[in-house]
């Protein structure tokens, strides 16, 4: 775990406000950290990945995420993908999609549509079976990576359910549009993907079609969730250094920011929150590693409580460092865009807030 986070900080340090700025990673720098399995690793060693554990992947993310959340939705993305394929595609699946993402090759997940954010079942592309062939036929927006990546989960309508498919993006039919401009996150290759009679061998169909589409979601959905929130801790962690760091160096009235009971106030909730999102996804890492079954609410939780301490946290620290964080280029400034689209990803805010409604009024009941 140690050797991969150096591996990712050591490439992104220093670069992620140029990258922000630029609105683009390095090829190269995916494709580095790709070969190494650092994408995605707790993939098995014997498809090329770390093996590692939620809890070590996790701390991870949480270091990538600490120097460019560009690169950690990037790592997200390529997570839920392998997962997805772990989780739903035969054996001959897994051997020929896995060891192409341990070794250089990108990939996202296609949920979302116009007509079809939060409301997953109002999807409309559809995966139709055509006797050895596949045809998928859509429009998916936001999707992370998809300017970088040459293979994509795409869900679809099957028949009555739902279903998924690994479409190659080189595939004929397959059109990538960058979203133009996006608030944060702003060089993690989000874009709008059109796929118009995209026909694919039938090996191309994961397992699981004909499920309803929330019951297909729930699994990726929730290695996002984990994902997103550890990434999340790491901006918690940047800004935090940034207040300690800057609130000891500034002086107003005579005397350092950091003695201001007001400015303390500021870093004891950053604090606060770091420790709160960090404890709440070390136990739904723990909760996935041992495959308990709670592990789908626990990562609700942590997605909730650590995007919504992300967006608090980032906005206290652009407050305390005043006009120094006041611009783009600032580490608290980049974590202030990028944890606010932590509340929308992988479940909003909103839909968080009914699943664990729904959870407590069935544990309280
Ligand atoms: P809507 O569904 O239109 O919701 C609008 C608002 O209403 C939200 O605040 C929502 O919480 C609220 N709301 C909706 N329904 C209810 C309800 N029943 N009760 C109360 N409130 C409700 N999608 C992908 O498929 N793949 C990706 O990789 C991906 N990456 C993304 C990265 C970023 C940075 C962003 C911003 C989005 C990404 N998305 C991706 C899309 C994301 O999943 C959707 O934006 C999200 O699901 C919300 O959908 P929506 O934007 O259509 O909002």
Redesign the pocket.
């Known amino acids: 775990t140690e050797q991969a986070a150096a591996l990712a900080t050591a490439l992104a340090e220093g670069k992620a406000e140029e990258w922000d700025r630029r609105a683009e990673l390095p090829r190269e720098v995916i494709r580095e950290l790709g070969t190494k399995g650092v994408l995605c690793a707790d993939v098995p060693e014997r498809f090329g990945g770390l093996g590692l554990s939620s809890l070590d992947n996790g701390q991870l993310i949480a270091a990538t995420g600490e120097v460019c959340s560009s690169l950690r939705?990037i790592m997200t993305?390529q997570g839920i993908a392998a997962w997805t394929v772990r989780r739903f595609g035969s054996a001959e699946q897994q051997e020929d999609f896995l060891p192409r993402l341990t070794s250089g090759e990108s990939a996202?997940?296609?949920?979302?549509e116009p007509g079809?954010?939060?409301?997953l079942a109002a999807m409309q592309t559809t995966i139709t079976r055509d006797g050895d062939s596949i045809v998928v036929d859509g429009v998916?927006?936001?999707?992370?990576?998809?300017h970088y990546a040459s293979l994509l989960v795409v869900?679809g309508r099957y028949g009555t359910g739902a279903a998924m498919a690994v479409v190659p993006t080189d595939a004929a039919g397959v059109d990538i549009e960058r979203v133009p401009d996006?608030l944060?996150?702003r060089a993690?290759g989000?874009a709008t993907v059109r796929l118009r009679g995209v026909r694919l061998p039938a090996e191309h169909l994961l397992g699981g079609a004909g499920m309803p589409v929330t019951m297909l979601a729930t699994s990726p959905l929730t290695h996002g969730r984990i994902s997103v929130a550890w990434g999340c801790v790491g901006m918690l962690r940047a800004c935090l250094r940034a207040v300690v760091r800057h609130s000891a160096k500034r002086e107003t009235f005579g005397s350092p920011l950091s003695e201001h009971q007001l400015i303390r106030r500021h870093v004891a909730e950053l604090y606060a929150g770091e420790r709160t999102a960090t404890h709440a996804c070390e136990r739904a890492s723990a909760d996935w590693d041992a495959k308990r079954p709670q592990h789908i609410s626990a990562a609700v939780l942590a997605k909730h409580v650590a995007a919504g301490q992300a967006a608090r946290g980032a906005a206290g620290a652009v407050q305390v460092l005043a006009s120094a964080g006041a611009v783009n280029s600032h580490v608290v400034a980049r974590a202030y865009r990028d944890a606010k689209?932590m509340e929308?990803?992988?479940?909003?805010?909103?839909?968080s807030q009914?699943l664990l409604a729904d959870e407590a009024m069935t544990v309280w009941a």
């Open positions: 939705s993305s996202g997940v296609a949920f979302s079809a954010g939060s409301d998916k927006v936001w999707v992370t990576g998809a869900f996006p944060g996150c993690a989000h689209l929308i990803i992988e479940g909003s805010n909103e839909i009914l």
